[in-house]
Antibody, heavy 122, light 106 residues
Framework: EVQLVESGGGLVKPGGSLRLSCAAS????????MSWVRQAPGKGLEWVAW????????HYADSVKGRFTISRDSAKNSLYLQMNSLRAEDTAVYYC???????????????WGQGTLVTVSS | SYELTQPPSVSVSPGQTASITCSGD??????TCWYQQKPGQSPVLVIY???KRPSGIPERFSGSSSGNTATLTISGTQAMDEADYYC?????????FGGGTKLTVL
């Protein structure tokens, strides 16, 4: 069974930093692209970033480019999101998502974690 | 940047057919996925690559896409189908979501 468990969320002041982690199990982590998707309270889904299996390809949404860094450690079956220069508008639930066929138009966000809440407030 | 447009809300009576549209420039040239999200839960993939259903998704869920519009159709809608539905596609390696449609079954 595919499981994705996020951690690291919490309350942070504007301008601060936070690192999210996602522990993956139930599939061959090193074979799949991975992605982060977020959802502000009461709002819709927003794609944040994705990373290819070997970290060769990485793409970010314009809204986080230059502030967020996605990375992975296949030895630990883990995905990360380093978030710097946080703003109030980054407040959201952040989901770790497995990405089938990342980089192609046929890519699919097929399995989602339960999410971790990040609140940016003074 | 690429945009996907969905109606904010759709209502349907139990047992009837619900259709939720998603519009985007030449969307038919891309693949569309659909996600269902119930209150307090994570999104669940219900349709991928325009028309395919993941295992475990009921047959009453179907998808189509042509021109500038993709459509999620729920036949014989049940009360349990009441949820928010999001369309999603990829444009230049960036993920794009529609704004979401709240499906009400009444």
């Amino acid at each position: 069974e595919v499981q994705l468990v996020e951690s690291g969320g919490g309350l942070v002041k504007p301008g601060g930093s936070l690192r999210l982690s996602c522990a993956a199990s139930g599939f061959t982590f090193s074979s799949y692209s991975m992605s982060w998707v977020r959802q502000a309270p009461g709002k819709g889904l927003e794609w944040v970033a994705w990373i290819s299996p070997s970290s060769t390809y990485i793409h970010y949404a314009d809204s986080v480019k230059g502030r967020f860094t996605i990375s992975r450690d296949s030895a630990k079956n883990s995905l990360y999101l380093q978030m710097n220069s946080l703003r109030a508008e980054d407040t959201a639930v952040y989901y770790c998502v497995r990405l089938e066929s990342g980089g192609s138009l046929a890519a699919v966000l097929d399995y989602w974690g339960q999410g971790t809440l990040v609140t940016v407030s003074s | 940047s690429y945009e996907l447009t969905q109606p904010p809300s759709v209502s349907v009576s139990p047992g009837q057919t619900a259709s939720i549209t998603c519009s985007g420039d030449k969307l038919g040239n891309k693949y569309t996925c659909w996600y269902q999200q119930k209150p307090g839960q994570s999104p669940v993939l219900v349709i991928y690559q325009d028309t395919k259903r993941p295992s475990g998704i009921p047959e009453r869920f179907s998808g189509s896409s042509s021109g500038n519009t993709a459509t999620l159709t729920i036949s014989g809608t049940q009360a349990m189908d009441e949820a928010d539905y999001y369309c999603q596609a990829w444009d230049s390696s960036a993920g794009v979501f529609g704004g979401g449609t709240k499906l009400t079954v009444l």
